[in-house]
């Protein structure tokens, strides 16, 4: 009988982590904006506990905090907006300049491409030649418009909801308070979600602040080596950054192409990539590590594996939201005897040796 439920338990928890995934792959324009809403107030939660603190009320503090994270966001759209879009639309030109320039690597890929077309020619023709089926793609600036409406719709809603979550102060731990029948649970409730919210808010307020500093030494970086819109590598360094692993590997790609069309010389236009590539790693070794806690440092596997799997779920935007919610799940898991086996797995090495004070 005990085996019968345990069996019928596991099922049932299989079948709500399916169903969970399921939702959130359908469900995502209505999930991200919530997501970002909540990662945003954590963000900025202990800025706000301060300035409450030196006597500003909690609206007036959440509405500010909240202009400012705006005004951050159209800075960026307005200083870097209009050379991606140009990029965008020079996008053919670029990278017909970048394939000359690279023209001694290009023509062996290209000899690869050929011989390979003419083997699915050939089989093509033994089979009785197929009819080749095309399908009618979006225009591009139709795509490009669908995607700027969709994402200011999405951090619209979601810094409205970072300046309600803000502005609320402690309402919501009030009502978890309530929901509880005894004071212990009360008791144990309250400081668990205080806990929570001290670790991920600090952690994410450091990184972001880890990851605005970097932006802005890469972009001074190229700057001085001579490299053109060197600002707008900073912003890209300053958001890729959320993507661990990935981030740079990206990033230093990006700068690479960019160099070697706008310098004549190819061995000076690596060096470009080359101190992107440096400094990110050299964040990633020693300043962040030194900066956060160990205890909230993560497993690179499990960093990896969460990664892929909101990339596949939601694209770019599930990428960069990844690690901060594998982070609160982490803490969550920490927190909750049941599930502390989880959050041993996805700890990092070092931190699994320490235990939590």
Not at 83 to 100: C, F, G, H, Q
Not at 283 to 293: D, R
Not at 301 to 308: E, K, N, Q, R, S
Request: charged share 15%.
């Amino acid at each position: 009988m005990r085996e019968d439920i345990k069996a019928l338990r596991r099922s049932v928890s299989t079948l709500t982590t399916i169903t969970i995934f399921v939702i959130a792959y359908f469900a995502r324009d209505l999930i991200l904006p919530v997501m970002l809403g909540c990662l945003i107030a954590l963000t900025l939660s202990p800025i706000n506990r301060y300035l409450q603190k030196q006597g500003l009320p909690a609206a007036v503090s959440a509405v500010t905090l909240i202009l400012l994270a705006a005004g951050s966001i159209a800075a960026i759209i307005f200083f870097a907006g209009d050379t991606v879009r140009t990029w965008s639309d020079d996008a053919p030109n670029i990278a017909r300049e970048l394939k000359y320039k690279l023209s001694g690597v290009t023509e062996a890929i290209d000899a690869v491409k050929d011989a390979s077309s003419q083997v699915e020619e050939m089989t093509a023709a033994s089979a009785g030649g197929p009819q080749a089926v095309v399908v009618q793609q979006p225009g591009l600036l139709n795509s490009a418009v669908t995607l700027a409406a969709s994402s200011a719709t999405s951090i619209s809603v979601a810094l409205i909801l970072a300046l309600f979550l803000l502005a609320s102060g402690d309402l919501f731990y009030v009502k978890l308070v309530q929901a509880f029948p005894t004071f212990s649970a009360k008791k144990h409730a309250l400081t668990m979600v205080y806990d929570i919210e001290r670790r991920v808010s600090g952690y994410l307020l450091t990184i972001t602040l880890i990851n605005a500093g970097l932006g802005v030494i890469i972009a001074s970086a190229l700057w001085l080596v001579g490299l053109e819109y060197a600002y707008i590598w900073g912003i890209a360094a300053f958001l890729l950054n959320y993507l661990p692993i990935l981030g740079g590997l990206i990033g230093t790609l990006l700068v690479a192409a960019h160099a070697i069309i706008y310098f004549d010389s190819f061995s000076y236009a690596l060096l470009a990539p080359l101190l992107y590539q440096a400094l990110t790693a050299f964040e990633a070794q020693f300043v962040t590590p030194y900066l956060v806690s160990k205890r909230l440092e993560l497993n690179t596997v499990a960093v990896f594996l969460t990664v892929v799997l909101w990339a596949w779920l939601w694209g770019v935007a599930g990428a960069l939201v990844a690690v901060p919610f594998l982070l609160v799940f982490k803490v969550i898991c920490d927190k909750i005897d049941s599930l502390k086996v989880i959050g041993n797995f996805l700890g990092a090495a070092e931190a699994q040796t320490r235990p939590d004070p």
